[in-house]
């Protein structure tokens, strides 16, 4: 989730709800300027005994952030607290219960990516070591309950925690015990960032099931390949989902901000500190009629703030931000990018993709969601076969995507190498999550904390 460290009281106030297209409209790239943005958390424990620290503790989450200062990176203060770290290669920042998540900068190809990745990941290992903590990427805590787990010191995270609640029975789960990598890419116009979104949203679902990795709570089998996925069916169904109107026709950048208009409002950031505003209505805000700051109107930044509370499958800001896919080991986590960059950054491939999801109905879509979370690749996908079935052809089209970029490392590599995990795990037919549970029900004989010996960054 974005981290505020200022309130932009120079922004422009908007006026009408006409402006709220401006950040949309502003992420038009042409071609050569687009970029891949790659996101990913995991979660982070003490090695002694799989504790999740708290905050402050000694060799804590503090502690954790402020030793990778070293690298370089500058810690972003909230309320006297270090909740971020800002660098080169983009922020380190803090989930609400800990998780530790780095989103990445903006990078040209998926060797960047990957190096990107790569330097994270030592980093954190290296102070870990120091520290006593260790790093796991899962969707979910696989033996934790929520009681067990420690809150950040975030503003926006006591209000949402507070506000959970009230419109879901699971939104404390997506909170506190799951973890997630993502992709954000950009379009070169409305008319692309359309068929990106569509092409993407219906195959969604395929990427939720080739990353599945949270078959277990509290110590058990769930009955879940991606209980991740699950959850997000009962956080809040306002903010939430596979969104129809996307596949209607003359949607745009209009139609997508009257989906977020009707989105309930978390806050307000305001001199440094987040003003509850949960539940409240933008639309009253652009009237100057918020509860929560009466008479005042929205600044453009109020807006930004408010499209990154709603949790598509899909979401859309100046970029396109692929939401589906549980966390995963290092490889995944470069494989996630490739999946996406694959299919929707070459026109050839995006073409082909929506070729093969075009005759989709908004029924069939809903259908394969509903049925993935618990099935992964064996979910019956539109058309006939299964979703294992589908994934070669989709696999087959983002490798041609990627060789026609021709983006090539100094070994002369290109980026299809990038796909080979999940080849694999295509080839198999089987979620990752099928391997952890095999794992339990075997050499693990039922004792869940091998994970941590076994899974570990």
Same mark, same amino acid.
């Given at each position: 989730m974005s981290t505020r460290t200022a309130s932009d009281s120079n922004d422009p106030v908007v006026e009408h709800a006409s402006d709220l297209a401006v950040p949309m409209i502003k992420g038009e790239k042409p071609r050569e300027r687009w970029r891949i943005g790659t996101e990913h958390e995991k979660f982070v424990y003490r090695t002694a005994d799989h504790r999740a620290p708290s905050y402050d503790e000694p060799g804590g989450i503090r502690d954790l952030l402020m030793a990778l200062t070293r690298f370089g990176w500058e810690p972003v203060i909230e309320g006297g607290n270090v909740i971020a770290l800002a660098g080169s290669d983009g922020t380190v920042?803090?989930?609400?219960?800990?998780?530790l998540e780095l989103s990445g900068a903006p990078v040209e190809n998926l060797h960047q990516t990957c190096a990107e990745t790569g330097r994270h990941l030592k980093q954190v290992k290296e102070v870990g070591a120091e520290l006593g903590l260790g790093f796991?990427?899962?969707?979910?805590?696989?033996?934790?309950?929520?009681?067990?787990?420690?809150?950040?010191?975030k503003g926006r995270y006591k209000i949402m925690l507070e506000h959970m609640p009230r419109v879901?029975?699971?939104?404390?789960?997506?909170?506190?015990?799951?973890?997630?990598i993502q992709t954000n890419l950009d379009y070169s116009s409305e008319a692309d960032m359309v068929q990106k979104f569509r092409v993407s949203l219906a195959l969604q679902p395929l990427a939720t099931a080739l990353f599945a990795s949270s078959p277990f709570t509290e110590g058990k089998p769930n009955g879940y390949m991606s209980y991740r996925s699950h959850i997000w069916t009962?956080?809040?169904?306002?903010?939430?989902?596979m969104l129809p109107f996307v596949f209607e026709d003359g949607f745009g950048y209009e139609r997508y901000v009257d989906y977020m208009l009707d989105v309930p409002m978390y806050f307000v950031f305001r001199d440094g500190k987040y003003i509850d505003a949960a539940g409240q209505s933008f639309r009253d805000f652009l009237k100057g009629?918020?509860?929560?700051?009466?008479?005042?109107?929205?600044?453009?930044?109020?807006?930004?703030?408010?499209?990154?509370?709603?949790?598509?499958?899909?979401?859309?800001?100046?970029?396109?931000?692929?939401?589906?896919?549980?966390? !995963?080991?290092?490889?995944?986590?470069?494989?996630? %990018?490739?999946?996406?960059?694959?299919?929707?950054?070459? /026109?050839? $491939?995006? @073409?082909?993709?929506?070729?093969?999801?075009?005759?989709?109905?908004i029924e069939e879509q809903q259908a394969l969601r509903d049925a993935v979370p618990a099935e992964g690749l064996d979910a019956p996908a539109p058309g006939g076969g299964t979703l294992g079935e589908l994934a070669h052809r989709v696999l087959d089209i983002a490798a041609a995507?990627?060789?026609?970029?021709?983006?090539?490392?100094?070994? !002369?590599?290109?980026?299809?190498?990038?796909?080979? %995990?999940?080849?694999?795990?295509?080839?198999?037919?089987? /979620?990752? $999550?099928? @391997?952890?549970?095999d794992r339990y029900d075997g050499a693990w004989n039922h004792d869940l904390s091998k994970i941590y010996d076994e899974l570990s960054f």
């Open positions: 920042s803090l989930e609400p219960a800990g998780q796991l990427g899962l969707g979910m805590w696989p033996d934790k309950t929520r009681a067990e787990l420690p809150i950040m010191p879901g029975s699971m939104g404390l789960d997506m909170m506190l015990r799951t973890c997630t009962d956080t809040d169904p306002a903010r939430t989902g009629e918020l509860p929560a700051l009466p008479g005042e109107k929205p600044r453009l930044s109020d807006w930004n703030d408010h499209l990154s509370t709603a949790f598509p499958e899909v979401r859309l800001k100046s970029f396109l931000e692929m939401r589906g896919a549980d966390s !995963g080991p290092w490889n995944r986590i470069c494989a996630l %990018p490739a999946l996406w960059v694959g299919l929707l950054y070459d /026109s050839q $491939a995006l @073409d082909a993709a929506w070729d093969l999801v075009k005759g989709w109905s995507g990627l060789a026609a970029r021709g983006e090539v490392n100094s070994m !002369g590599d290109n980026e299809v190498g990038f796909l080979e %995990p999940l080849r694999r795990i295509a080839k198999s037919g089987k /979620s990752p $999550a099928h @391997d952890l549970l």
